[in-house]
């Protein structure tokens, strides 16, 4: 098998802690706000009116984005913490 191919990839200790420390506290309230307003907009588009559930819709990348920016903000500043370390 190829490098990287075999079980030992997926299985290893440094891989189990990768995972484990891939999200933040913080990260499953963007990831919740996100589900709650795809299933708000769900709703609203079959209960209600489709254009609330249009718009409630449009939260969904909006809030996705800026985990994306506050990720990439705590991200550079533990680096940088290293860095000087």
């Known amino acids: 098998m190829g490098r990287g ?3 030992g990839a ?3 200790p440094s891989r189990n802690h990768q995972l484990k420390n891939m999200f ?3 990260d499953c309230y ?3 706000a996100a589900f709650a307003s795809f299933v708000a907009s769900v709703g609203l588009w079959f209960l209600v009116n489709h254009d ?3 718009f409630v819709g449009l939260w ?3 809030i ?3 985990w ?3 990720r990439l903000v705590v991200v550079s500043e533990s680096l940088a913490i290293n860095r000087k370390k």
């Open 5 to 7: 191919l075999g079980r």
């Open 10 to 12: 997926f299985c290893s």
């Open 24 to 26: 933040k506290k913080f």
């Open 30 to 32: 963007f990831l919740f």
């Open 52 to 54: 609330y559930g249009v």
């Open 60 to 62: 969904v990348p909006s």
């Open 64 to 66: 996705l984005a800026l």
């Open 68 to 70: 994306v920016g506050v």
